[in-house]
């Protein structure tokens, strides 16, 4: 099983529409990371979360980490075709060099 | 802008080969990486490094090695190409305990 599991595996939704996904770990996340992948290519840095609680925005596009540090969300307001890709989040669950364990991906379709 | 390159985008080779994957960064970050991205499976860490001439396992490392002779420059190597390491290898660099930026990928089809 993956230590770092992240629902749904897969999204079509219509342009305009909102969305979540969700990455969840039994263990502390200590550095929540979310990506961004476009097919074939390198990831792309979206946000990064450290304290329990803690929000992040950047245009139409929240991160949150949960208090107990074990679960982070991604929610998109009024998706565009340009969201369209594979959602990856990554975690320090070790606590040590900044070893990231990354979980599968969500694959996002948007349909205009 | 931070930058990370990978010698290749596409390669092929041959079972047996030795084959060199090059990742260079230019930001002077002290930890580099080595992944592998396959379907169903996401990132896997081979390896990774946090200093120069260091070097640590990662979750996969059979059939890998690497090297970093400098600061900007963490190579790849996989000693005799199999076709199960036909993959998309992605490398990335940091700053301790920031984001890791991620270079374009090189897929690698062993036959």
């Known amino acids: 099983s993956q230590e770092l599991e992240q629902s749904p595996q897969s999204l079509i939704v219509q342009e305009g529409k909102n969305l979540t996904i969700n990455c969840t770990s039994s263990?502390?996340?200590?550095?929540l990371y979310w990506y961004k992948q476009k097919y074939g290519e390198g990831l792309i840095f979206l946000m990064m979360?450290?304290?329990?609680?803690e929000e992040k925005s950047h245009e139409k596009i929240t991160a949150k980490l949960d208090e107990k540090k074990q679960q982070s969300s991604l929610h998109i307001t009024a998706s565009q075709p340009s969201h369209a890709g594979i959602y990856l989040c990554?975690?320090?669950?070790?606590?040590?060099?900044?070893?990231?364990?990354f979980g599968i991906g969500t694959k996002l379709q948007v349909i205009p | 802008d931070v930058k990370v390159t990978q010698s290749s985008r596409y390669l092929v080779k041959r079972t047996g080969e030795k084959v060199f994957l090059e990742c260079v960064q230019d930001?002077?970050?002290?930890?580099m990486f080595w992944y592998r991205q396959d379907p169903g499976l996401g990132l896997r860490l081979i390896y990774f490094?946090?200093?120069?001439?260091?070097?640590e396992k990662g979750d996969i490392p059979e059939g890998y090695s690497v090297s970093r002779e400098k600061k900007e420059r963490f190579s790849l190597i996989l000693e005799s190409a199999s076709t199960n390491q036909t993959s998309m290898y992605l490398c990335?660099?940091?700053?301790?305990?920031?984001?890791?930026?991620f270079g374009p990928g090189t897929r690698l089809t062993v036959l």
């Open positions: 990335a660099s940091s700053q301790q305990y920031n984001e890791q930026f």
């Open positions: 263990k502390t996340l200590y550095g």
């Open positions: 979360l450290q304290k329990g609680g």
């Open positions: 990554g975690a320090d669950i070790s606590g040590g060099y900044q070893k990231v364990t």
């Open positions: 930001m002077d970050h002290e930890n």
């Open positions: 490094s946090y200093d120069v001439k260091m070097k």
